[in-house]
């Protein structure tokens, strides 16, 4: 079997994150350019459009603490064992996370800090923060991105559902004097069970709120606005999903100028979770939103780089509060280079690490990264790669000897870091 060619850092060494030492190990694999990112902390930046995203989920739920400040770095536990995940799982695997060490990762997901914030004793919450995760390169990847994690536990009681029956009243109504349609799965089947310590009918009520409470917040983001309830009512789909701390669970979809997109996960809190947080008779459920997504289609923002970008044309077309079409300045012209390199030996290259090394090296003048040809040379049998990698800055036009010493740096850098022979 393969062996991923990755010489991390050094054992002994020290790496600096949010001004505090950390010593480095196998898993290190977090980088400069993800380095840098951590301290800007975009969903609070006043005016920046996903801050005024996150202001508009919170004034959807006005009784709920608001909570936007908790640091990015988490133990691997908090990110993955409190919330069930099981041992083999891909998301712990050093290729699709960031570790600053085998004891500290940045966080994949909000739901890192469920169990944190139910401990707590807070019972009705958001929590909106910056999430971290190795992947490709193109329009709408970026190995940073926001989500708001919502969450409600009620008791598990007789006045505990009363409670949950009179809020689904509400929004029942709320709902059906809307201009929406629901296209709707069974709330417990047998692949979306519900818990074994739960009262199926308690979980029926439980699940019925999620549903309410996110169709009328899907209402507030996307009704009346144009490309949604101007051609007709707003559609909204729930889809059968699978998390490791909810059951039953599901991904939300909203159908946004022509296309089905994806919003959010959510489901019915384990009893696991909830003990793990140490809160007893208690039930509920929790969601986690994707900013980025729901802000490019909101404010027609065409490339997910441009949340990053601190060119007064962009910034300055936003103000706090108000959704605005963002006006495309023109764009410049791309440069693409291909790259063609030999493994060594019985070694394999995986995608997120040729992408991570190209950002670290380019930044955001990368604009997609794809791999054109893969074969085995039937002599040697060594293996070639290629990768075409697309350069193009969205503020200025490129030089075309500042894209060559860049491309010639992700050479050398892959041959340092990889020990590959550049074609
Ligand atoms: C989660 O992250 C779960 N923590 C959600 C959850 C919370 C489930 C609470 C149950 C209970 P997922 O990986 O699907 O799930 O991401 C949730 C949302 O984040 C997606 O629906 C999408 O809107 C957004 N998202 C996910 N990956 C990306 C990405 N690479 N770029 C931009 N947005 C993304
Ligand atoms: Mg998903």
Redesign the pocket.
């Known amino acids: 079997s393969r062996q991923y060619a990755n010489l991390r850092a050094d054992p002994g060494k020290y790496v600096t994150v949010l001004k505090e030492q950390y010593p480095t190990d196998q898993m290190t694999n977090i980088t400069p350019t993800i380095i840098s990112k951590l301290p800007l902390r975009l969903h609070t930046q006043p005016s920046h459009p996903l801050s005024t995203l996150r202001a508009l989920i919170e004034s959807h739920f006005p009784t709920y603490a608001h909570l936007s400040s908790l640091s990015p770095l988490v133990t691997p536990y908090q990110n993955f064992d409190l ?1 069930s995940f099981p041992q083999d799982h891909p998301g712990r695997s050093v290729t699709d996370s960031y570790y600053v060490n085998k004891d500290l990762m940045l966080r ?5 800090h ?1 169990v944190d914030v139910f401990s707590k004793g807070t019972e009705k919450w958001l929590l909106t923060a910056d ?1 971290y ?1 190795r ?1 490709e390169i193109d329009g ?3 190995p940073v ?3 708001t ?3 409600r536990i009620f008791s598990a009681d007789a006045s505990g559902m009363k409670e949950v029956e009179e809020d689904n009243a509400r929004l029942l109504n709320h709902l059906k004097r809307s201009n929406i349609i629901i296209e709707d799965v069974p709330h417990i089947s047998a692949a979306n069970p519900c818990q074994p310590a739960h009262d199926p009918k308690h979980t029926e009520l439980i699940a019925m709120n999620l549903k309410l409470s996110l169709n009328s917040l899907m209402l507030h983001l996307f009704g009346g606005r144009v490309g949604a309830t101007e051609e007709g009512p707003l559609r909204v789909r729930w889809i059968e ?1 699978t ?1 490791p ?2 059951t039953p ?1 599901y ?2 979809e909203v159908f946004f100028r022509g296309k089905w ?7 019915v ?1 384990k009893q696991a979770t909830l003990d793990n947080s140490n809160v007893q008779n208690k039930l509920g ?10 802000a490019m289609v909101l404010f027609s923002i065409p490339d ?1 780089r441009l949340f990053w970008s601190l060119d007064s044309r962009f910034l300055s077309q936003f103000n706090q509060g108000e959704i605005t079409t963002f006006q495309s300045y023109s764009k410049y012209p791309a440069c693409v280079k291909d790259v063609s390199f030999w493994l060594p030996e019985n070694t394999s290259l995986h995608e997120n690490d040729f992408c991570d090394l190209v950002r670290d090296v380019a930044g955001d003048i990368v604009e997609d990264v794809k791999m054109i040809d893969d074969f085995i040379h039937p002599k040697t049998n060594k293996r070639s790669l290629c990768y075409r990698i697309n350069y193009r800055s969205m503020d200025r036009s490129l030089v075309n000897d500042e894209t060559n010493e860049i491309h010639s740096q992700v050479g050398s850098r892959l041959r340092d870091r990889f020990g590959v022979e550049i074609r």
């Open positions: 919330l994949t997901h909000t739901s890192a469920e999430v995760r992947d709408s990847h970026y991105f926001h989500q994690e919502g969450a999903a998390f701390w909810t669970s991904e939300v997109l994806e919003i959010l996960g959510c489901g809190i459920w929790a969601f986690g939103l994707g900013l980025e997504r729901i997910i």
